[in-house]
């Protein structure tokens, strides 16, 4: 099997798809777009999360993350890692939260480098698939969250406030 044959993996629960967003978060070499209701019980604050994201963040400087999510409290108060990683590259990483007629929308899904994702059924509902080397459903999801993305506004910024 070559490496770049299409692999696709079903998620039967939580730890199933906290490992294959640990996955794709290491399969992004460009770009990588995350959706999710609010990101919580997914990983985003582990360290081993911390330290991918980094990396790839670090490996060039045009690498870019898209975090999109309904719901961006958890993100900016309880998951510190991810507000260090916002804060170190702001002009390479972009959160946003969807607007109320985006609320409907109940599937998280990810993708990498217009080639990999990670998808939910539901919010509510753990089962899901990880694909690896498939472009053609890849570029479907990245164009449904690009459409999401334009609708939506940043709500994180790196911006401090204080005296």
Partial sequence: MSDDTLQHTRLDGIADYTAALDTLCRLARRNLYLFDKDFDSSGFNSETRYETLRGFLLANPANRLFVLAHDTRYL????????????????????????????????????????????????????????????????????????????????????????
């Fill in 76 to 163: 900016s108060t309880l998951c510190p890692r991810m507000m260090m990683l916002l804060h170190q590259f702001g002009s390479s990483m972009f959160i946003h939260q969807t607007p109320a007629n985006l609320q409907q929308i109940t599937e998280p899904f990810s993708v990498a480098d217009d080639a990999h994702y990670v998808r939910r059924f539901h919010f509510d509902d753990p089962r899901g698939i990880l694909a690896q080397h498939d472009p053609e459903n890849a570029r479907v999801l990245k164009s449904r969250f690009m459409e999401m993305w334009a609708a939506s506004h940043p709500a994180t910024s790196t911006t401090r406030l204080g005296l």
